[in-house]
């Protein structure tokens, strides 16, 4: 599995509910699986460089015993790379 933030500008976006605003960026990557590849918008408080990605933890949740993607939280790679030498350093 390989994820790719494509090279497109993001977009700004606002979601307003019960008089709470939230501002936040649309961004559009792709998933490869097997060599089959599949565009996904995505949306992040901050735009996210283009290049390979990896989901974050966050994103996965358990219900009713089974493994769940429910939001999905991209990483850029150069930045997950940076922060696993840290936290195996914590252990």
């Keep these: ?25 649309k961004q559009w990557a792709t998933l ?13 408080d901050e735009p996210l460089p283009p290049g390979p990605a990896v989901l974050s933890p966050k994103s996965f949740g358990v219900a009713n015993g089974r ?8 990483i850029p790679q150069a930045a997950a790379v940076r922060t696993a030498p840290a936290a195996a350093a914590s252990k």
Aim: aromatic fraction near 10%.
């Design 32 to 44: 490869t699986v097997d060599g089959l590849p599949t565009s996904f918008e995505f949306s992040t």
């Design 1 to 25: 599995m390989q994820i790719e933030i494509l090279k497109r500008e993001p977009e700004a976006a606002k979601f307003e509910r019960d008089g709470q605003v939230r501002h936040y960026w």
């Design 67 to 74: 493994l769940t993607l429910s939001r999905a939280v991209l």
